[in-house]
Nanobody
Framework: QVQLVESGGGLVQAGGSLRLSCAAS????????MGWFRQAPGKEREFVAT????????YYADSVKGRFTISRDNAKNTLYLQMNSLKPEDTAVYYC??????????????????WGQGTQVTVSS
């Protein structure tokens, strides 16, 4: 059982930046594909970014490509999401997730086994 705890959310003006963190309890964190998803009110949970176990392979949603960067520090069992040039449409609850599947390009929520509780990101215009 992997426990994931997100932090770093908050209120920021459009054009600003935030860095989300996701701390994992599992010492085998480095064996998991990790992803970030988000869910805005009244909308389905959507894919944001994913990272292979090493961090060497990453995928991004088109809506965040060039603005967001996913990274991980396996020594610290921590996943990050650096978010720059934030827009009001980025407002959502952001979740980190862990997948035991080897393929690192999993972009659907059903492909992940463990989820954090989420952290709210609000971007004002």
């Amino acid at each position: 059982q992997v426990q994931l705890v997100e932090s770093g959310g908050g209120l920021v003006q459009a054009g600003g930046s935030l860095r989300l963190s996701c701390a994992a309890s599992e010492r085998t964190f480095s064996s998991y594909t990790m992803g970030w998803f988000r869910q805005a009110p009244g909308k389905e949970r959507e894919f944001v970014a994913t990272s292979s176990w090493s961090g060497g392979i990453t995928y991004y949603a088109d809506s965040v490509k060039g603005r967001f960067t996913i990274s991980r520090d396996n020594a610290k069992n921590t996943l990050y999401l650096q978010m720059n040039s934030l827009k009001p449409e980025d407002t959502a609850v952001y979740y980190c997730a862990a997948s035991s599947r080897a393929y690192s390009g999993i972009k659907i929520p059903g492909g992940y086994d463990y989820w954090g509780q989420g952290t709210q990101v609000t971007v004002s215009s």
